[in-house]
C-alpha cells in the first residue's frame, strides 16, 4: 500500500514534467556522455540564464550539484570556460547544436 501511495504522489508531483511513468535510471545511474567541455558550456548557460533557484545559485554550487548527478569531474570548469570564450566562430558550440536537434526533432514530429 505505501509503494502505491508514493507512486501516485511521485507520479502527481512529476505530471507537471510530462512523464508518466517512473524514470528506468536512477540519479546514482545517470553518466554524463558528452564531452567535459559540451557540460561546461550547458552549465554555464544554464547559470547565466537562471534557470535554478531563480539564479539563487552559486557557479560553484551549481556544478557540484550536476557534477555529482552526472557522475563527472568538471573540477576545472573555469579553465574550460576561458577556453571556450577563446574559440574562434561560434563560441557556443554545443548550444548550437542542442538548438538545431531540437528543431529538427520538432519539424519531423510536425511531419515536415
Known amino acids: 500500500m505505501d509503494e502505491q501511495l508514493d507512486l501516485a504522489k511521485w507520479m502527481w508531483q ?3 514534467c510530462g512523464q ?5 535510471k536512477t540519479v546514482q545511474e545517470l553518466q554524463w556522455t558528452g564531452s567535459i567541455v559540451q ?3 550547458l ?3 544554464i547559470h547565466v540564464a537562471k534557470t535554478v533557484n531563480e539564479g539563487m545559485i552559486t557557479l560553484k554550487d551549481l556544478f557540484g550539484a550536476a557534477c555529482e548527478i552526472f557522475h563527472i569531474d568538471a573540477g576545472s570548469y ?3 570556460f576561458i577556453e571556450i570564450k577563446k574559440r574562434a566562430g561560434s563560441r557556443t558550440l554545443f548550444l548550437d547544436k542542442l538548438k538545431a536537434g531540437l528543431i529538427h ?3 519531423e514530429a510536425d511531419g515536415k
Open 39 to 41: 557540460f561546461v558550456e
Open 20 to 24: 508518466s511513468a517512473p524514470a528506468q
Open 105 to 107: 526533432y520538432m519539424e
Open 14 to 16: 512529476t505530471e507537471k
Open 43 to 45: 552549465f554555464y548557460s
Open 78 to 80: 573555469s579553465r574550460i
